[in-house]
């Protein structure tokens, strides 16, 4: 069976500070993946999305950055952390063939900057 | 307009009620509807998957797509406190595209 993790679960941070959160799926090959931020009290805002290794799209411009440096990897970053950055933070997969939209999400990230 | 509209509630609801939760949505390309159950602090699971219009029922759940009206629903039936949480809806275009477009999310809330 697939499983998808993330890590780490928590995380405070101070303003213009780095960021690294990771993601890793298993069970699964060549998933599309994806990062989204949810906000208190809004819903799931894409940030970035990938078909492959190597192959991100980016969905809102800001200071955040995404990698996928292997088939199963996803990794959210920045360089300097705004305020504006704490949130929620999750990881999904998808399998990519035809008709499966479906998305699985990992356990979040919750990130405070302060 | 958002693409796809959701009350945010709070629904609160006695043990035992049925709840109704509901999405409407404005682009009629959609195909693929899906509702996710998020705990607090927890990521979304899948709880219903549903392809284009009509009626799909697992256990005390069931989804409902009106596509001519642009409006798909959640039913649960004999609700139970552990049902608590937050309910969203999302749809797709087309298969194979990746990319949902979620609501804002319902909370609901069933008192013991």
């Known amino acids: 069976s697939q499983t998808i993790h993330q890590w780490p679960a928590t995380l405070v941070q101070p303003v213009g500070s780095p960021l690294s959160l990771e993601c890793t799926v298993e069970?699964?090959?060549?998933?599309?993946l994806y990062w989204y931020r949810q906000a208190a009290g809004r819903g799931l805002q894409l940030l970035f999305y990938?078909?492959?290794?190597?192959?991100i799209s980016s969905e809102v411009p800001q200071n955040l950055s995404a990698s996928r440096p292997q088939d199963r990897q996803f990794i959210l970053s920045s360089k300097k952390l705004l305020l504006s950055d704490s949130g929620f933070y999750l990881c999904?997969?998808?399998?990519?063939?035809?008709?499966?939209?479906?998305?699985?999400f990992g356990p979040g990230t919750r990130l405070t900057v302060l | 307009q958002k693409e796809v509209e959701q009350d945010p509630g709070p629904l609160s609801v006695p043990e035992g009620a049925i709840v109704s939760l509901n999405c409407t949505y404005s682009?009629?390309?959609?195909?693929?509807f899906m509702w996710y159950r998020q705990y607090s602090r927890k990521g979304p699971e899948l709880l219903m998957y549903?392809?284009?219009?009509g009626n799909k029922e697992d256990g005390r759940f069931t989804a409902q797509v009106d596509k001519s009206s642009k409006y798909i629903s959640l039913f649960i039936r004999d609700s139970q406190p552990s049902d608590s949480a937050t309910y969203l809806c999302?749809?797709?275009?087309?298969?194979?595209?990746?990319?949902?477009?979620f609501g804002q999310g319902t909370t609901l809330q069933v008192k013991p």
């Open positions: 999904a997969w998808s399998s990519g063939g035809p008709g499966t939209d479906t998305q699985y």
């Open positions: 069970g699964t090959s060549n998933p599309n």
């Open positions: 990938s078909v492959g290794i190597g192959q």
């Open positions: 682009n009629s390309a959609f195909q693929y």
């Open positions: 549903t392809y284009s219009s």
């Open positions: 999302a749809m797709s275009p087309s298969g194979n595209t990746g990319k949902l477009i």
